[in-house]
């Protein structure tokens, strides 16, 4: 007799498995054969090939073996890795979606233990190299291996799944309707998904990761280029104040820096032109532009709807807040009969800590708003 499936739980049985391919032509065959198999074992199992118009003989490969079960669609124009997957996640009509790539890395035998993972709770699960019983095939180069290691270390405040560089990725559906605000940059799509899913209960499954024997990886310079623009997008997406109150900390401490320097610089070369006044007033403006600029960059990259002297304008208006208590702690202290160097120091230091986290949440609710759209 066979045992129910608990309630709400996906039937194990409608599984469709996107793979991802740009030219690939020799490795589909080997690759279709052992899904087959896998189908054999009782799954009624759906492929789906997102090819990117290789050109390189893969169509006809998929053409003449004429799988009732594989599906082959190809995109023009467009191009990457995520993206492929995307298209083929939308395309899918299983309850599991499972995500492996075309050149055998991936053991589709380990597909099985997957959905037994997903049956028992999982939200997600990863084909794993790093837990045990799993690994890598010897012959991985010192460099992709630090290059693995160093892309995983990146992704630790998303994560902490052991592999989660991994694109052996299987979900049900339910957590892929989940997903918000997907942005398909670059290769790491498992780690985009774990995100923006916000998975709870990520399951590793050991799986042994084999050497490509045909074609060549598709991993450029550009690609991993690519994945730093991804952790910064998900660093945003997941901890969107930090990530823009770290940056305008950090401009404001550059700030004291340019403010110093012209303050240096002009006494020289303006010294004979310009009185000191002026040549404050000067290099506060100019500090204010500074930071203004790298600011909006950094810290309020989102804030785009307003025109860039509004914002402008407003941030003058929010800087003279911290610099008029500069000025009146100043007063003050002097007035409490303290010699004006210290009182001057104190006063910029208060003025500076307060005008940070003051400047931080006025230019955010008032100066730098988010776009209605976003
Ligand atoms: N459609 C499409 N478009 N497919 C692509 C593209 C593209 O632009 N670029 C790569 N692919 C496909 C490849 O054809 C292959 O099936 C799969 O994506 C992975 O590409 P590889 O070039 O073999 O990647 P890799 O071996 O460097 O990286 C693999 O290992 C990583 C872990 O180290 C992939 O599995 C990654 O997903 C994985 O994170
Ligand atoms: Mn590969």
């Given amino acids: 007799m066979t045992e129910m499936p608990p309630p709400n739980s996906p039937n194990p049985s409608r599984v469709s498995v996107i793979v991802p391919t740009y030219q690939e032509a020799d490795s589909l065959g080997a690759l279709l054969d052992r899904l087959s198999r896998v189908r054999e074992g009782g799954l009624e199992l759906e492929a789906l090939i997102v090819d990117d118009d290789s050109r390189d003989g893969t169509e006809e490969v998929v053409r003449d073996l004429s799988l009732p079960w594989v599906r082959l669609i190809t995109r023009r124009g467009e191009r990457g890795l995520s993206s492929a997957v995307l298209a083929g996640l939308r395309a899918a009509s299983g309850d599991v979606l499972i995500v492996m790539d075309a050149d055998l890395s991936h053991p589709p035998e380990s597909i099985p233990d997957m959905l037994a993972a997903l049956q028992s709770g999982a939200d997600f699960v990863v084909g794993s190299r790093y837990v045990a019983g799993g690994g890598t095939e010897d012959g991985w180069g010192v460099l992709r291996w630090v290059n693995s ?122 010294q004979d032109i310009l009185s000191d006044d002026i040549q404050i007033i000067l290099a506060i403006l100019l500090t204010i532009g500074w930071n203004f600029t790298f600011d909006r960059w950094l810290a309020f990259w989102y804030a785009r709807g307003d025109t860039i002297w509004r914002q402008f304008v407003g941030f003058l208006g929010v800087c003279s807040v911290p610099v008029v208590i500069n000025f009146l702690v100043t007063i003050w202290l002097v007035g409490d009969h303290m010699v004006a160097p210290a009182a001057g120091a104190i006063g910029a230091l208060v003025g500076s800590v307060a005008g940070v986290l003051f400047n931080w949440f006025v230019a955010r609710a008032i100066v730098f708003r988010r776009n209605a759209s976003d």
């Avoid at 990520?202 to 074609?215: A, D, N």
Wanted: aromatic share 12%; glycine share 8%; hydrophobic share 45%.
């Fill in 149 to 270: 290691k160093v892309a995983t270390i990146m992704a630790r405040p998303f994560t902490s799944v052991k592999d989660c560089m991994s694109g052996f990725i299987g979900f049900r559906r339910d957590t892929w309707l989940n997903a918000q605000d997907l942005d398909p940059v670059g290769y790491k799509i498992g780690l985009e998904l774990i995100v923006k899913c916000r998975c709870t209960n990520v399951v590793e499954v050991p799986i042994h990761f084999s050497t490509r024997q045909y074609g060549q990886s598709k991993l450029t310079l550009k690609v991993q280029l690519e994945y730093l623009d991804h952790v910064l997008r998900l660093l945003r997406w997941k901890y969107p104040g930090w990530s823009s109150f770290v940056p305008f900390a950090l401009v404001g401490i550059s700030g004291i820096g340019v403010y110093a320097a012209l303050l240096a610089i002009f006494g020289v070369i303006l």
